[in-house]
């Protein structure tokens, strides 16, 4: 029996297991990996059951022993599917007629992301990054596929106060084209991770050997982006779901942008209300009149 076999066999015992089951159940499905590393009293310890509760369960699932429960999701550790079709099968079989527990582990994963992915970088490793971005004669902001939305938020948002951003969006297949003037002095922002687009480490690659400097965004300190950055961000972003999640990486660029207007002070101010003036005369929002409206309304 494969975990996915053995994960969706448990979805259907849950309903007949007793209280103290169902607990532990819900943990060991909603936390595999910590099966495989935690002792039997941190899982334990962590579901809010007493230890011998998961013997029990094992038990009850037809394992002999908890040792050999416990070989199931260290089985499943090692051959944990790392293409998107067996994630999504996985799910299917974890989570078949949960939906409501799909919606909280989304929520519970995101918020332990976020509060990983801050403590770890820490508010030096944020400051560092956005100074270099700061400094940068320009900023050349490169991410592919799922990571293109949070490149083109950065640049959007970076734009509002500032005008030497290139978004490398590679329309017509000219990723690549947006860097030939890259130089000296110049930064990339590069945002990739696992599977990472080979395009954007590429990218990092031209842009280090024709003299600029990179800031990256990425998942892991073995991520190849890392070696190559001259500052970097680590950002969980694991997810209960097939597809990794975006909105560790979204908190990032949102803590880069405030502190860069933070650190660029009456200047962004000024930037930020011409921004505001320009949009206000193409009517850019609903309900908002254009600048000279307004002038002949009063």
């Known amino acids: 029996m494969d975990y996915a076999e ?63 429960f416990r070989a199931m999701f260290q089985k499943r550790l090692r051959s944990q599917p790392a293409d998107f079709l067996g994630r999504a099968q996985e799910l299917q079989a974890r989570a078949s007629g949960k939906e409501g527990g799909v919606v909280g582990d989304v929520l519970e994963a995101t918020i332990g992301n976020l509060e990983e992915s801050f403590t770890a970088n820490g508010v030096e490793r944020f400051v560092a990054c956005a100074e270099a971005l700061r400094g940068g004669n320009r900023i050349f902001v490169a991410g592919q596929r799922s990571c293109f939305p949070i490149a083109f938020y950065f640049n959007y948002v970076y734009s509002v106060f500032r005008n030497n951003a290139v978004l490398m969006d590679g329309v017509g297949g000219t990723f690549s084209d947006g860097l030939r003037s890259m130089g000296e002095g110049d930064v990339i922002f590069a945002i990739s991770f696992d599977p990472y687009a080979l395009a954007t480490v590429q990218a990092v690659d031209f842009a280090l050997e024709n003299g600029g400097s990179a ?36 908190a990032a660029v949102e803590v880069l942008i405030a502190l860069m207007v933070l650190g660029d002070g009456p200047q962004a101010l000024g930037a930020i209300e011409e921004s505001e003036k320009q949009l206000r005369r193409f009517e850019a929002y609903w309900g908002q009149p254009a600048q000279g409206e307004a002038r002949r309304k009063k």
Do not use: C, W
């Not at 607990?23 to 962590?46: E, N, Q, W």
């Not at 890392?226 to 979204?250: G, T, W, Y």
């Open 6 to 68: 053995f994960a969706q066999n448990l979805a259907e015992r849950y309903p007949s297991l007793s209280p103290q089951l169902r607990l532990a159940a819900r943990h060991v499905l909603d936390r595999p990996d910590d099966v495989a590393l935690m002792s039997m009293r941190g899982i334990a310890a962590d579901a809010g059951v007493h230890p011998t509760t998961l013997t029990r369960l094992a038990r009850a699932l037809d394992f002999g022993t908890y040792e050999a």
């Open 215 to 250: 800031v990256v965004l990425t998942d892991s300190m073995v991520s190849p982006l890392v070696d190559r950055a001259d500052h970097a961000l680590i950002i969980k972003n694991e997810s209960p779901s097939f597809f990794q999640s975006a909105a560790p990486a979204m």
